[in-house]
């Protein structure tokens, strides 16, 4: 017997006669159960993602002299150039500038590539989406998949000014790989959201685009919140270095502050909860829309 | 889920099918009223905001059926073969596939112009739902039949349409579908490329299968296909032996060039 997959178009079955607020609970139900269909069924595809996003940082390097190599030296650049303009002005007292920047670095090019690349998620995709029957979000996990292998190779960059760092690992330090889980776990449902955001309203990976500049000085990538004074609560109301600060504090001999955990977990769950919804709300729609 | 039928032969079961395509036209709302609205059925049927991109399709195809599909620009070919595998969600009706499904619709196939064949081979088998096994054990056929040699070491890019054609042609049957959906991609072939993919069709149907294929070419769908459907404007004209559905289409006045040349 050949594999049997039978389909059958289902008209929605939820309009008869409940209350209406029972009918709304429902249809949320519903849609939360669709989405975990949607996340599930991309999820199983990973040999097809991850060889996507391994392709796709090959094929970045061609041609190239040094390859992959340019990551590590994009990033050193970036570094060595922070640490050199901005450690006197910004840090003087602070022995562990150059690792801080290394990993913030390293955290934001993974962040806003997430974002940015996320908006467009589907939209890149076009092509492939109506020519083969996949599950839709192998191609925001192709995104992801790309990103991580990147990250995995800048960090290497962090192991480079290691030895610049005065720090004693503490056995807190693995807190950092919590930090990281719940990074990696938010871009798991993040650029899917953004992917459906961007393909049903256009202007959103322009809008995207235009703020992670600015946003890049207002995250503490490079400078630290204390030294801001009065203005720290730049930091305080952007999510993104609640996010640094988990995943960096613990590697430089801190723990992050409960406020950080608190705000990156909540956003995690509560993300992760919108997504599945509205994943499973649009899921047939996301064709039509490209 | 298993599909239970009385008889056991079909393989594609569409009943009544309709698909309605969301548009951000809002005719009705324009200037001038609703009285300016389209005289397009098709933009009209389904009410504002709506495209009818499909109209009470229904059609069996049983095992061994190749069919061509053969209608005007916009008549719903692309649509109903999307719909078929699975990519469009039907607005009303039925549409029932027993196997796997296969589709070239494009001989870009997702392929990376950067990369050289044999990663393009891995990157479209494994979006056809390939596992790595099933992968290097198809590889072999693939290369035998795409028969690009020692190109298959360079990046696409330095390939011709035909030769991309025929990498995609080459994966897309390689692995071995009980329904194989094409969308006019033999334009680029060239004559010979032609005779090795109606081969290779024989040999794909030999295993009790269904095709699919969309082209404006007579000679294709008189060479590859047993049976055509006729669609217009998104309605099913006519489902028959080719010859007979050919003739049909080809005299009804309104796809008559010569014609619709006189009358405009």
């Keep these: 017997m050949p594999e049997v997959a039978g389909r059958e178009s289902q008209a929605s079955d939820l309009h008869h006669d409940h209350p209406p607020a029972a009918l709304a609970n429902a249809r949320l139900i519903e849609w939360l159960r669709a989405g975990f269909e949607v996340f599930a069924s991309a999820l199983l595809r990973w040999p097809t993602w991850l060889r996507l996003g391994w392709t796709d940082f090959q094929v970045a390097h061609r041609r190239t002299v040094i390859g992959p190599l340019w990551q590590v030296v994009q990033v050193g650049i970036w570094v060595v150039g922070l640490t050199l303009v901005f450690r006197q002005a910004l840090a003087a007292k602070e022995p562990n500038y150059m690792a801080y920047v290394a990993i913030g670095v390293v955290l934001w090019n993974f962040m806003s590539a997430s974002i940015t690349q996320g908006a467009n998620g589907f939209v890149r995709h076009a092509g492939l989406i109506r020519d083969i029957n996949n599950p839709i979000l192998i191609y925001p996990f192709r995104i992801l998949a790309n990103n991580l292998i990147k990250m995995a190779v800048q960090a290497s960059v962090i192991l480079m000014v290691w030895p610049t760092t005065t720090v004693a690992l503490q056995p807190t330090a693995l807190l950092s790989i919590v930090g990281l889980a719940l990074v990696v776990l938010t871009a798991v449902w993040a650029i899917p959201l953004l992917a459906l955001i961007g393909v049903r309203f256009r202007d959103t990976s322009h809008a995207f685009q235009a703020v992670m500049r600015f946003l890049f000085f207002a995250t503490p990538v490079f400078w630290m919140p204390s030294g801001l004074g009065q203005r720290d609560y730049i930091a305080t109301f952007n999510p993104l270095a609640h996010y640094l600060s988990v995943v960096r504090d613990p590697l430089l001999g801190g723990t992050a502050d409960p406020l950080s955990w608190a705000v990156v977990i909540g956003i995690t769950l509560a993300g992760g909860l919108v997504s599945l919804i509205a994943l499973g709300r649009f899921r047939r729609e996301i064709v039509f829309w490209l | ?264």
């Design chain 2, 1 to 264: 889920m298993v599909v239970t039928s009385f008889d056991s032969d079909v393989v594609l079961e569409v009943r009544n099918l309709r698909l309605d395509f969301p548009t951000p036209l809002r005719l009705g709302a324009k200037k001038g009223g609703p009285a300016a609205a389209s005289s397009d059925p098709r933009l009209t049927a389904a009410g504002p905001g709506k495209l009818r991109g499909l109209d009470d399709v229904s059609f069996t195809a049983r095992r061994g059926d190749r069919i061509g599909l053969i209608g005007r620009n916009g008549a719903g070919k692309s649509t109903l073969l999307r719909t078929l595998a699975g990519i469009y969600p039907p607005s009303a009706g039925i549409c029932r596939a027993t196997g796997r499904i296969s589709t070239l619709f494009s001989s870009a196939l997702g392929l990376s112009a950067e990369a050289t064949g044999y990663e393009n081979i891995h990157l479209g088998a494994t979006l056809l739902g390939l596992d790595r096994a099933a992968i290097e054990k198809a590889l072999p056929e693939i290369v035998a039949f795409c028969d690009l040699g020692d190109f298959l070491d360079l990046p696409i890019r330095t390939y011709s349409a035909g030769m991309r054609t025929r990498l995609g042609f080459a994966i897309a049957t390689s692995i071995r579908p009980d329904i194989l959906l094409i969308d006019e991609v033999f334009g680029t072939g060239d004559r010979h490329f032609r005779a090795k993919a109606k081969q290779r069709i024989e040999e794909v149907m030999a295993k009790a299968n269904v095709l699919m294929l969309a082209s404006h070419s007579d000679g294709v769908i008189r060479g590859m296909c047993t049976k055509a459907i006729w669609l217009e404007q998104g309605k099913l004209m006519a489902f028959g032996p080719v010859d007979e559905v050919l003739e049909q289409y080809n005299q009804d006045p309104s796809t008559d060039v010569e014609a619709s040349a006189e009358a405009s």
